[in-house]
């Protein structure tokens, strides 16, 4: 499986997780600068993504929802904050309502992404910072950590092709 580890440190507002994948750097990339293939991915497994913006540059946003067996959705969106490509890029992540609007004081966060080369391909790291310890315990009772495994497991299959 992709993720190695998650950590929660509750002190720090923090989650972090990491993921090793079997492919260079510049190929793992791609599964967040291209639209087509995040969506493949970025939503647990049965959770697919619609990717309606995508301009991952600094200042630009990223809107999307997942859709769930049920036929619900659960729209959300980025603001990219840095991009250091093929290496590190920041964005700030949060909720949206049923019309796309961003909701910016629901558990919003800010994540750092890094991607570095390894002996057997690239390691993900991303740490997420949340502005409140209530807004992190939320996320954790809503079940972010299951739900990011989930999601993140899906590159290695996208990777792989």
Aim: charged share 25%; no cysteine.
């Amino acid at each position: 499986m992709p993720v190695t580890h998650v950590e929660k440190d509750l002190d720090n507002l923090t989650i972090t997780i990491t993921a090793e994948f079997a492919a260079p750097v510049e190929r793992v990339w791609q599964v967040y600068a291209d639209p087509r293939q995040l969506e493949k991915w970025w939503g647990p497994e049965g959770y697919p993504a619609t990717v309606t913006t995508h301009e991952f540059r600094p200042g630009g946003r990223v809107d999307y929802a997942m859709t769930g067996p049920d036929g619900a959705t659960y729209p959300g969106w980025w603001r990219i904050d840095e991009v250091d490509e093929p290496h590190r890029f920041v964005y700030t992540d949060g909720f949206s309502d049923a019309d796309g609007k961003p909701i910016e004081d629901k558990m919003v966060n800010t994540t750092t992404t890094e991607l570095t080369s390894t002996a057997d391909g690239t390691r993900v790291t991303s740490v997420s910072r949340y502005g409140s310890a209530a807004d992190l315990q939320q996320v954790l009772e809503m079940g972010v950590e299951e739900g990011a495994t989930s999601a993140i497991n899906q590159i290695d299959a996208l990777v792989a092709a």
